[in-house]
T-cell receptor
Framework: AQSVTQLDSQVPVFEEAPVELRCNYS??????LFWYVQYPNQGLQLLLKYLSGSTLVKGINGFEAEFNKSQTSFHLRKPSVHISDTAEYFC???????????????FGTGTKLQVIP | NAGVTQTPKFQVLKTGQSMTLQCAQD?????MYWYRQDPGMGLRLIYY???????DKGEVPNGYNVSRLNKREFSLRLESAAPSQTSVYFCASRLLAGAGGELFFGEGSRLTVL
């Protein structure tokens, strides 16, 4: 069974400061990893994903994440945050699944990023 | 570019009442999903439809039924609502059931059961 842990439920950070949102996963097989963002009163949208290849993945809005297989982590980073980054961020894991079969996606509990002016 | 559209956006029910949440996507996606979001619990899968004509249970299917009406539409029905079903419900779609594809979400339906 796969699982995702986001230990930080809330992260306050000053505007223009760097931020790291932590995500750890467990799975018995190789995985695909995702970060989604949810702005207030909206649905989730994809920030970035790791399927294979380079372990450093760049996404939208200046975010990036690094896949670390030995530490089973996929932390999200941004060097300088803006007020508009205030949102909830969800890490998700998925196993490749059977060929043509359903690929289960498991979400973490979310981290609320609060950017302070 | 509508993407995934959910109706209604807000609903208040009394215990025991029934209702249907509607979802439609215009991206020609094969797979569709219903999640519920509760504080501190992330998103949990209720039901999914990997392709038109098929539906399967997710993690928390009890108290719900679904219908994949056609390729575009996937509805979620609560036959006898309970306060434990107070939640925000999200419909999502994906081009294929597998292959690491991105999930596209609707804006959510906020349901309160009194």
């Amino acid at each position: 069974a796969q699982s995702v842990t986001q230990l930080d439920s809330q992260v306050p950070v000053f505007e223009e400061a760097p931020v790291e949102l932590r995500c750890n996963y467990s799975s018995s097989v190789s995985v695909y990893l995702f970060w989604y963002v949810q702005y207030p009163n909206q649905g989730l949208q994809l920030l970035l994903k790791y399927l294979s290849g380079s372990t450093l993945v760049k996404g939208i809005n200046g975010f990036e994440a690094e896949f670390n297989k030995s530490q089973t982590s996929f932390h999200l980073r941004k060097p300088s945050v803006h007020i508009s980054d205030t949102a909830e961020y969800f890490c998700a894991v998925s196993d490749p699944g059977d060929s043509g079969g359903y690929q289960k996606v498991t979400f973490g509990t979310g981290t609320k990023l609060q950017v302070i002016p | 570019n509508a993407g995934v559209t959910q109706t209604p956006k807000f609903q208040v029910l009394k215990t025991g009442q029934s209702m249907t949440l509607q979802c439609a996507q215009d991206m020609n996606h094969n797979s569709m999903y219903w999640y519920r979001q509760d504080p501190g619990m992330g998103l949990r899968l209720i039901y999914y439809s990997a392709s038109e004509g098929t539906t399967d249970k997710g993690e928390v299917p009890n108290g719900y039924n679904v219908s994949r009406l056609n390729k575009r539409e996937f509805s979620l029905r609560l036959e006898s609502a309970a306060p434990s079903q107070t939640s925000v419900y999200f419909c999502a779609s994906r081009l294929l059931a597998g292959a690491g594809g991105e999930l596209f979400f609707g804006e959510g339906s906020r349901l309160t059961v009194l």
